[in-house]
């Protein structure tokens, strides 16, 4: 499992999230189940792509089988980050099939909505394939999901951008109109974090970017800014400063953006807008 996806923001871990969301669906019990199948009935199940994806999130299935069976084996072909066919059985299952069925849902919903993450990013990394413009996540996030779906961000082959508040400086209008000026925001920050730790200025007009430059900015993000004035952005920056663009990027103009020399294009659709995939599991009793 990626080391990074084991800490969650405010010290939960990933296994207390699987049992939340577990616990979710369970409630009290699940009664269907509970009244249909006998403890000691095994079986075996498979989950099939139903179209075109990449897979991320395989790790987190299996520690959601594993919490209601942890004798539970799993079996997989892919890795988190490989590109899977429609049709092709992403992984099977086998252990007692009660604990199949009522973590049948669960597991699928993490893996669906991480594959779509991860599959929504593939779709924009490949309309950069010649470019050196480095595609990042914002925090644009679901609440408590922000380490799995970051993590499904990089398995689609894109970067992420800070993690949360804590680390990155990331200078933003109002926190400018709450400092008087980025001049003052700017100064406030260096004296307020290590040197080690670079300093964002979100900018919407070329005042605010002449000001980031004067007060040396280590990045300037350019908020909403159509392709032209992009492109007068960076050649008034002249390599001073990082330029990360941001707002209204999609797969139409991605490219065109890029093209103009920008080195991050952040998007905050890849993970608040991605859709999830179609995923389905079959179960079949043991022979």
Same mark, same amino acid.
């Given at each position: 499992?990626?080391?990074?996806? *084991?800490? $969650?923001?405010?010290?939960? +871990?990933? !296994?207390?999230?699987?049992?939340?969301?577990? #616990?979710?669906?369970?409630?009290?019990?699940?009664?269907?189940?509970?009244?249909? %199948?006998?403890?000691?009935?095994?079986?075996?199940?498979? %989950?099939?792509?139903?179209?075109?994806?990449? %897979?991320?999130?395989? +790790?987190?299935?299996?520690?959601?089988?594993?919490?209601?069976?942890?004798?539970?084996?799993?079996? +997989?072909?892919?890795?988190?980050?490989?590109? &899977?066919?429609?049709?092709?059985?992403?992984?099977?299952?086998?252990?007692?099939? !009660?604990?199949?069925?009522?973590?049948?849902?669960?597991?699928?919903?993490?893996?669906q909505r991480l594959s779509g993450i991860a599959t929504k990013t593939r779709a924009l990394v490949n309309? $950069?394939?010649?470019? #050196?413009?480095?595609?990042?996540?914002?925090?644009?996030?679901?609440?408590?999901?922000? &380490?799995?779906?970051?993590?499904?961000?990089?398995?689609?082959? !894109?970067?992420?951008?800070?993690?949360? =508040?804590?680390?990155?400086?990331?200078?933003?209008?109002?926190?400018?109109?709450?400092?008087?000026?980025?001049?003052?925001?700017?100064?406030?920050?260096?004296?307020?974090?290590?040197? =080690? &730790?670079? %300093? #964002?200025?979100?900018?919407?007009?070329?005042?605010?970017?002449?000001?980031? =430059?004067?007060?040396?900015?280590?990045?300037?993000?350019l908020d909403n800014m159509g392709p032209e004035k992009i492109n007068k952005a960076v050649a008034l920056v002249d390599g001073r400063a990082k330029i990360e663009v941001s707002?209204?990027?999609?797969?139409?103009?991605?490219?065109?953006?890029? *093209?103009?020399? &920008?080195?991050?294009?952040?998007?905050?659709?890849?993970?608040?807008?991605?859709?999830?995939?179609?995923?389905?599991? *079959?179960?079949?009793?043991?022979?």
């Open positions: 499992m990626d080391p990074q996806i *084991k800490p $969650l923001a405010g010290n939960l +871990s990933l !296994a207390r999230l699987i049992d939340a969301a577990l #616990e979710e669906d369970i409630g009290h019990g699940d009664i269907t189940t509970d009244s249909l %199948i006998t403890p000691d009935a095994t079986g075996y199940g498979k %989950i099939v792509a139903k179209q075109d994806l990449v %897979i991320a999130g395989l +790790s987190i299935a299996l520690m959601v089988f594993t919490r209601l069976d942890p004798a539970v084996i799993l079996k +997989s072909d892919f890795k988190d980050g490989q590109f &899977v066919t429609n049709g092709a059985t992403i992984l099977t299952v086998e252990g007692t099939m !009660a604990g199949l069925l009522t973590a049948e849902r669960t597991a699928l919903n993490f893996l309309q $950069l394939k010649n470019s #050196e413009t480095t595609l990042v996540d914002t925090r644009k996030t679901t609440p408590g999901l922000r &380490v799995l779906e970051k993590y499904a961000v990089r398995m689609g082959g !894109a970067g992420n951008h800070r993690m949360g =508040l804590y680390d990155g400086v990331l200078i933003k209008d109002n926190h400018i109109a709450a400092c008087g000026g980025i001049k003052n925001a700017v100064a406030a920050a260096r004296l307020g974090v290590s040197h =080690l &730790v670079k %300093i #964002e200025v979100e900018v919407s007009d070329f005042n605010q970017l002449r000001q980031a =430059l004067e007060a040396e900015a280590d990045i300037i993000m707002g209204n990027i999609t797969a139409d103009n991605i490219a065109q953006v890029a *093209k103009s020399g &920008v080195d991050l294009i952040s998007v905050g659709a890849l993970t608040h807008s991605a859709v999830a995939v179609d995923l389905s599991m *079959k179960i079949e009793t043991a022979s």
